[in-house]
């Protein structure tokens, strides 16, 4: 055997070397020392070559250096666009001005140039920057074409220009507060712009992959027709019922889609400084308000669920509810026994404090946790605000709770609570990009029997044909929908007529397609109202929205019967 292995071995090297040839092969082990050694060596290489290139910049010229270290002014982001593809914000040409002070002859010559054209530098600060013995200053980012063609003009040695993407909103305030803004390094600050940089575009940018490139456009699952109708109607109605602040969502409500969200006041994106005042905040995702009656809804939902409760049962709404020193009454009280139907329509705190309790504190605090208000809303907007929850869910607090007093959430919170109750009981997070049902079908969990669904439809639309949402009739559209009218706390105490008024409605409510919430804070009265509650100001608003976005949104009309429906599950009880 060791013959034949000699042998071989001879014959091997003979052809090796007749044919000029290596036959050597490494394997196993082996092999990976030598890649990883290869890798090795090509690395550090790497690191020396880089290091020599910088000291290159460094050794020539100064201005370039500190250009290459503030590579961010040329970085581009994605077109952002609504769901039919129309651009909310993109990148346009810019340019930002600097100065090589070291190479100015006569920095009075200079300063004086330049505030010819940008009166804004006019300022100490500039010319110190200007006399200094600096390499480089900034002296104004993302100024126009006009104003670098006349600096040009000008001559003016030692200033330069570096060019930049500036981003733009062509439609302004419209969809501010869902876009949100940018800094004057084009990185998200708020918003979807801030989302799009932390899912995915910074690491880009870090990488240098996003210099002057073209990117996919991020699509939102917002529609900018639907967005302008409801933020025009809520800015009408915030004029004319004096409001501090308006709020509106339309939410797909069977896929959590948000079609539009608006916070008035609201701000101008290319208008970054605006964004900052504290007025102009996101309500709708970061405001936390107590929003009364429409918890009404969410309470008899979690009842009936329960199955302690059945929809022709009574309560006895005849006197107030004294609790720890205080009283609860109705503000317009039918003095008498109450069904379930009735307790939702005449939106009594009594008979709803009383169903609450036949099913129980525990199966109260359960629900709104499945309906996601017990928690931080998960979304890809940022700046989301956790709800505010008693320190103790006692008996007063889940009696008040059970009214919508008590506990504080953010109105799309509400929307999407809302969307469950009404779309089959399936609970959706919210979502601000495009979502398919089938993407929807296997994010949803069945918080709520289908059965219980159809009852609160049936509800709700009997609350819009007979109760205090009859101004949100739309003729066609099957409009159902619930009111709220919270008192807010003024000096630790609610103050009697002072008001954030809601009405969370569906449409159309026989086969819910999408969601509308509308808010109002501190709406007055106006001549020939005798109140400002939802019914008057609310509910008329829902109205003119509903009536702009549905044709927009596909919704047929259908105008057949209005009369009352009994739910198919309660048609042939005994």
């Given at each position: 055997?060791?013959?034949?292995?000699?042998?071989?071995?001879?014959?091997?090297?003979?052809?090796?070397?007749?044919?000029?040839?290596?036959?050597?092969?490494?394997?196993?082990?082996?092999?990976?020392?030598?890649?990883?050694?290869?890798?090795?060596?090509?690395?550090?290489?790497?690191?020396?070559?880089?290091?020599l290139?910088?000291?290159?910049l460094?050794?020539?010229?100064?201005?370039?250096?500190?250009?290459?270290?503030?590579?961010?002014?040329?970085?581009?982001?994605?077109?952002?666009?609504?769901?039919?593809?129309?651009?909310?914000?993109?990148?346009?040409?810019?340019?930002?001005?600097?100065?090589?002070?070291?190479?100015i002859?006569?920095?009075?010559?200079?300063?004086?140039?330049?505030?010819?054209?940008?009166?804004?530098?006019?300022?100490?600060?500039?010319?110190?920057?200007?006399?200094?013995?600096?390499?480089?200053?900034?002296?104004?980012?993302?100024?126009?074409?006009e104003?670098r063609?006349?600096?040009?003009?000008?001559?003016?040695?030692?200033?330069?220009?570096?060019?930049?993407?500036?981003?733009f909103?062509?439609?302004?305030?419209?969809?501010?507060?869902?876009?949100?803004?940018?800094?004057?390094?084009?990185?998200?600050?708020?918003?979807?712009?801030?989302?799009?940089?932390q899912?995915?575009?910074?690491?880009?940018?870090d990488?240098?992959?996003?210099?002057?490139?073209?990117?996919?456009?991020?699509?939102?699952?917002?529609?900018?027709?639907?967005?302008?109708?409801?933020?025009?109607?809520?800015?009408?109605?915030?004029?004319?019922?004096?409001?501090?602040?308006a709020?509106?969502?339309?939410?797909?409500?069977?896929?959590?889609?948000v079609i539009?969200?608006?916070?008035?006041?609201?701000?101008?994106?290319?208008?970054?400084?605006?964004?900052?005042?504290?007025?102009?905040?996101?309500?709708?995702t970061?405001g936390?308000?107590?929003?009364?009656?429409?918890?009404?809804g969410?309470?008899?939902?979690?009842?009936?669920?329960?199955?302690?409760?059945?929809?022709?049962?009574?309560?006895?709404?005849?006197?107030?509810?004294r609790?720890?020193?205080?009283?609860?009454?109705d503000?317009?009280?039918?003095?008498?026994?109450?069904?379930v139907?009735?307790?939702?329509?005449?939106?009594?705190?009594?008979?709803?404090?009383?169903?609450?309790?036949?099913?129980?504190?525990?199966?109260q605090?359960?629900?709104?946790?499945?309906?996601?208000l017990?928690?931080?809303?998960?979304?890809?907007?940022?700046?989301?605000?956790?709800?505010?929850?008693?320190?103790?869910?006692?008996?007063?607090?889940?009696?008040?709770?059970?009214?919508?007093?008590?506990?504080?959430?953010?109105?799309?919170?509400?929307?999407?609570?809302?969307?469950?109750?009404?779309?089959?009981?399936?609970?959706?997070?919210?979502?601000?990009?495009?979502?398919?049902?089938?993407?929807?079908?296997?994010?949803?969990?069945?918080?709520?029997?289908?059965?219980?669904?159809?009852?609160?439809?049936?509800?709700?639309?009997?609350?819009?044909?007979r109760?205090?949402?009859?101004?949100?009739?739309?003729?066609?559209?099957?409009?159902?929908?619930?009111?709220?009218?919270?008192?807010?706390?003024?000096?630790?105490?609610?103050?009697?007529?002072?008001?954030?008024?809601?009405?969370?409605?569906?449409?159309?409510?026989?086969?819910?397609?999408?969601?509308?919430?509308?808010?109002?804070?501190?709406?007055?009265?106006?001549?020939?109202?005798?109140?400002?509650?939802?019914?008057?100001?609310?509910?008329?608003?829902?109205?003119?929205?509903?009536?702009?976005?549905?044709?927009?949104?596909?919704?047929?009309?259908?105008?057949?019967?209005?009369?009352?429906?009994?739910?198919?599950?309660?048609?042939?009880?005994?």
């Amino acid at each position: 055997m060791a013959r034949k292995a000699d042998s071989s071995f001879l014959r091997r090297s003979n052809f090796n070397q007749k044919h000029g040839t290596t036959a050597m092969r490494v394997r196993g082990p082996g092999r990976s020392r030598i890649v990883f050694a290869m890798t090795l060596f090509v690395l550090v290489y790497g690191a020396i070559a880089g290091r020599l290139i910088l000291l290159g910049l460094q050794d020539g010229d100064p201005a370039q250096r500190f250009l290459a270290a503030q590579s961010t002014v040329a970085q581009a982001r994605p077109d952002i666009v609504d769901r039919n593809g129309e651009i909310l914000a993109t990148d346009i040409k810019s340019a930002a001005l600097y100065a090589e002070p070291r190479k100015i002859p006569d920095t009075d010559e200079v300063f004086d140039g330049l505030i010819s054209v940008l009166p804004e530098l006019d300022t100490p600060a500039i010319k110190k920057r200007l006399e200094s013995n600096a390499l480089f200053t900034w002296l104004k980012r993302e100024i126009t074409v006009e104003q670098r063609q006349a600096i040009h003009a000008l001559g003016l040695p030692g200033v330069g220009f570096r060019e930049s993407n500036k981003r733009f909103y062509p439609g302004g305030q419209t969809v501010s507060h869902i876009l949100g803004t940018v800094n004057v390094d084009n990185q998200g600050l708020s918003g979807m712009e801030k989302y799009v940089d932390q899912a995915w575009l910074k690491d880009l940018q870090d990488l240098g992959f996003t210099q002057d490139r073209n990117m996919e456009p991020v699509k939102l699952s917002v529609d900018l027709r639907v967005q302008h109708a409801v933020r025009d109607e809520l800015r009408r109605s915030m004029e004319y019922y004096k409001a501090k602040a308006a709020m509106g969502v339309v939410l797909k409500a069977d896929t959590g889609e948000v079609i539009a969200m608006t916070s008035l006041p609201d701000f101008d994106p290319n208008n970054r400084q605006q964004a900052l005042e504290k007025a102009r905040m996101n309500r709708v995702t970061g405001g936390v308000f107590e929003l009364g009656s429409i918890f009404k809804g969410l309470t008899i939902a979690m009842a009936l669920d329960s199955g302690k409760v059945k929809l022709e049962d009574g309560f006895d709404a005849t006197k107030p509810i004294r609790v720890a020193g205080q009283k609860i009454d109705d503000f317009h009280g039918k003095r008498r026994v109450l069904s379930v139907p009735e307790v939702f329509i005449y939106s009594s705190n009594i008979g709803t404090i009383k169903v609450m309790q036949r099913a129980g504190i525990e199966a109260q605090k359960e629900f709104l946790s499945k309906v996601g208000l017990t928690e931080k809303m998960n979304t890809e907007m940022p700046g989301v605000a956790r709800p505010l929850l008693p320190p103790k869910w006692n008996e007063l607090a889940a009696m008040t709770i059970s009214f919508g007093h008590g506990v504080g959430v953010t109105p799309l919170q509400m929307a999407v609570a809302g969307a469950t109750l009404v779309n089959g009981g399936k609970y959706l997070e919210p979502t601000f990009l495009p979502r398919s049902e089938e993407e929807a079908d296997k994010l949803a969990k069945q918080v709520l029997k289908p059965e219980t669904s159809e009852i609160l439809r049936y509800l709700n639309r009997e609350n819009v044909l007979r109760g205090s949402g009859r101004r949100a009739a739309v003729p066609g559209y099957d409009v159902g929908g619930k009111t709220g009218t919270a008192q807010k706390v003024v000096n630790g105490r609610y103050a009697e007529g002072v008001y954030l008024n809601s009405f969370m409605s569906a449409f159309p409510m026989s086969n819910p397609e999408y969601l509308v919430l509308i808010v109002l804070d501190e709406p007055q009265k106006v001549e020939g109202q005798r109140y400002s509650t939802a019914g008057w100001n609310a509910v008329p608003t829902t109205a003119s929205v509903i009536r702009r976005i549905a044709p927009m949104l596909g919704v047929v009309p259908d105008f057949a019967d209005d009369a009352e429906t009994i739910p198919v599950s309660y048609q042939n009880r005994n």
